[in-house]
Structure formats: C-alpha cells, structure tokens
C-alpha cells in the first residue's frame, strides 16, 4: 500500500508517495533524480549505494521507502557545500583514488559518515570502516589514504553534524 513519506534529503525537505517494494535508492534516484549514489548490486553486497541515514552509513538498496518517514538522508550530492568540494572528496581527487569511479560514490558515503564518528582514524579503522564497500578496480589503498589525510585535516575541516546535514 503506497503513503505519502516525508523527510529530508541534502536539507532539503522531500516529499514522496513510498510503495512498498521502493528502496531508498529507488527514490533517490528515480523519484528524485539524484543519480550520484549508484546501484552496483541491489543486495546489499557491493556498497556502491551507500548514503548517510541519520548520521550512519546504509546501503539504500536495503532501505524501503515506507520506513524514511522524518529521516535525514545524505547522498553524495550533499557532501561539497556552496560549490566547493567536501575534504574528502579533494583528498580521493588528491590520491587519485577513484579509477573508474563507480564505487567512488559509496566509498565517500562511507567515509564521511565514519569520520562523523571517528576524528582521529587508525589506518586499520578507516579500512574497516571501508570494507563494506567493493573495489573492482583494487583502489583500496588509495581511498583509505585519502580518507587518512582529509582525517588529518589536509584539506580542510571535516564536516560535523548539521555542517553535513544529518
């Protein structure tokens, strides 16, 4: 049965009228044409999709539309403010760590929401934080020495709680 869900995405209020078997990632990128977050899979499996729900990182594969109802969602979109990029996103531009780029979305999703947590990484952190996110291209060393040095603040302060939008 389909109802009316609200809630916010990139601080923007969103409105949608959820069914059942729509994901998070069917809204956003079907409903909201915010084509940034990727689908690699659709189980939950590659992390090509993650976003941050409410100051976590999901797959919105696995998401289902009904449940957003007053929930804050960031997508990849959100992350650079006023056209200037998020640290993050400079340090992966940085390191070169996005290859072919399609798991570049979700590996930021998951980096962002994991330094909300977690200012002060290990490298053994930030790879564990990572490993829900699936590499074709073997970028793996790459993206956690990024995520390393935007922590370090090399390229800026990184985004805390509202400044992000969850």
Known sequence: ????????????????????????????????GLTGTKCGCNHGDCGSCTVILDGRAVKSCLVMSP????????TVEGLARNGVLHPLQKAFIEYGAPQCGYCTPGMLMAAAAFLLHNGAP????????????????????????AVLAAARGDFGPIPKGSELNV
């Open 122 to 145: 290990t490298k053994e952190e930030v790879i564990d934080a990572l490993s829900g996110n699936l590499c074709r291209c073997g970028g793996y060393e790459k993206y956690s020495e």
């Open 1 to 32: 049965m389909s109802q009316i869900v609200h809630f916010t995405v990139n601080g923007r209020e969103a409105e949608i009228i959820a069914r059942p078997e729509l994901s998070l990632l069917d809204v956003l990128r079907d409903q909201l």
């Open 67 to 74: 449940s957003l109802e007053g929930k804050r969602v960031v």
